[in-house]
């Protein structure tokens, strides 16, 4: 399943059901409260381009905007007349002064020094993300958005069985008259869920073990897929691969060397994430999916693992009510880990 495929089906209504973990589930309610937290100190926004979903007219077509991808889904609910979009994150100097293809050799050496994880027998891949998307809507010339953080659980079997579970936190709004304007046109402000079971082999597209080095990486991740046209759809892949497969460490080796070849790679600076992670930032810029972006990837440092990936409109806005620069997307990567599945 592909990024568009993941956008189709968070849009349909979502909620998971709670593992029984209570000493996991403590401390990734401390982490989801802290992400979220940051997502209500965002700015009043102005009009500006078509985000993550764009409704092109009254009840007509929505585009969806993820991970590069575009598909076009129904409208389904109505939109608040603003979004109060996240903070940008303060990136301070870099870790070194090494260029991103040099620093993230290092960080890929770092990664597979690391010892591999225990797996109990039993146990199956169990991988945990908060994520942030706005959804926007163009009507009659007047662009309205509504912030809907999203929690994306999921366990994968070696046969490439498994389950996902999709929770949509309530909406978020730029003020009390947004919500009394989203709630008159019919919208949710509640919770929901969405659960899918699946049978073995249908789990995801990406089958079979993650290679080992960035060569075989690049031609997996594309496999049976139209080549990708910029660099940055690497990248992309890369941050989605982060999100439904549990890497050990000569795997997350091969992916930062799969990044440290890509052209147009830079270092972005030392930062901390909405997890309140340390972590060292490598950046593309580029147009490839129409208005100039930051595509981010956030690594630690101590481990060569994947905190998080964002997308970061950068000059225009095109027709969306938002300031820039304005957050797109970001994902933080929360738990990876082997355990049971559930029942």
């Known amino acids: 399943m592909n990024a568009i495929d993941e956008v189709r089906q968070l849009l349909g209504g979502l909620d998971p059901a709670w593992d029984s973990r209570p000493e996991g589930e403590e401390r990734r309610a401390r982490d989801l409260a ?30 969806a905007i993820a991970a590069g991808g ?12 603003y979004a109060a979009t996240p903070a940008i994150l303060t990136y301070g100097p870099p870790a070194s002064a090494e260029p991103a293809n040099v620093r993230l050799r290092r960080l890929a050496e770092v990664a597979a020094s690391q010892p591999a994880p225990q797996r109990p027998a039993g146990t199956v891949e169990y991988l945990e993300s908060a994520n942030w998307f706005l959804n926007s809507s163009i009507t009659g010339g007047r662009t309205t958005s509504a912030v809907v953080p999203e929690q994306w659980r999921s366990w994968r079997t070696d046969d490439n069985a498994g389950r996902q579970v999709w929770k949509a936190l309530p909406p978020t709004f730029q003020s009390d008259a947004d919500r009394r304007e989203w709630k008159r ?11 899918r079971d699946y049978a073995a082999g249908e789990f995801h597209r990406w089958r079979g073990p993650v290679p080992t080095d960035a060569t075989t990486l690049r031609a997996w991740l594309t496999a049976g897929a139209p080549a990708p046209e910029a660099p940055v759809q690497y990248l992309e892949a890369v941050a989605e691969l982060a999100g439904v497969r549990l890497l050990n460490p000569a795997q997350r080796a091969a992916a930062l060397d799969l990044l440290a070849d ?3 790679i830079t270092v972005t600076g030392t930062v901390t994430d909405r997890a309140g992670r340390s972590g060292e930032a490598f950046s593309i810029t580029s147009d490839a999916h129409g208005l100039p972006t930051q595509y981010t990837v956030i690594v630690d440092p101590r481990s060569g693992a994947l905190l998080g990936y964002e997308a970061v409109l950068t000059e225009t806005a095109g027709m969306l009510n938002v300031t820039i620069p304005a957050v797109i997307t970001y994902r933080s990567y929360l738990v990876a880990e082997y355990t049971t599945m559930p029942g």
């Open 185 to 195: 046109r019919g919208g949710r402000t509640d919770s929901s869920e969405k659960t």
């Open 34 to 63: 802290r992400i979220l937290a940051s997502d209500r100190t965002g700015r009043p926004a102005r009009r500006a381009m078509p985000r993550r979903r764009l409704v092109l007219a009254a009840g007509a077509v929505v585009l």
């Open 70 to 81: 575009v598909a076009l889904e129904t409208a389904r609910e109505p939109q608040p007349a």
């Open 262 to 264: 890509l052209p147009g």
